[in-house]
């Protein structure tokens, strides 16, 4: 296998999330505050089917690049993690994201400059209308 830097697997794992079309994706640069990990991409889903559509896309994405050393909460769709290393994923379902404020935890960490496609970032619309769905 060869090697690729945490930042290369983060990239990629960012840029499959958005070919998934997952909402508001963030990479985290915890290089030097962490010690599991160097880079945390966070997203979310609209469904559960969506989060995890967006962990096989990921997953098949880097399979080349990093082995998945765990995956956790793919059977309820509500969250999702993989560890690969170095790079650990979190993928929400709408409102589970707010819950879980992993970005508010890590306000004072660099962020990876990434392109995301205007239709995919962040509105609270997004967040709204899964609120609704709870009713």
Not at 26 to 34: A, K
Not at 74 to 92: E, K, R, S, T
Not at 114 to 124: A, S
Request: charged share 35%; aromatic share 6%.
């Amino acid at each position: 296998m060869e090697e690729y830097t945490s930042e290369q697997v983060a990239r990629v794992i960012v840029e499959a999330a958005i070919a998934k079309k997952a909402i508001a994706p963030v990479v985290i640069d915890v290089r030097g505050n962490c010690d599991y990990a160097d880079f945390l991409v966070v997203c979310s889903g609209r469904s559960d089917r969506q989060v995890d559509g967006i962990a096989n896309g990921i997953d098949a994405e880097v399979v080349e690049m990093r082995e998945c050393l765990g995956q956790e909460g793919l059977a309820n769709g509500q969250w999702a993690l993989l560890d690969y290393g170095d790079v650990v994923v979190h993928i929400f379902n709408g409102v589970k994201r707010k819950e879980y404020n992993i970005e508010g935890l890590w306000k004072d960490a660099p962020r990876l400059d990434i392109e995301v496609p205007p239709e995919l970032r962040e509105t609270d619309e997004v967040y709204d209308d899964l609120d609704d769905l709870d009713d």
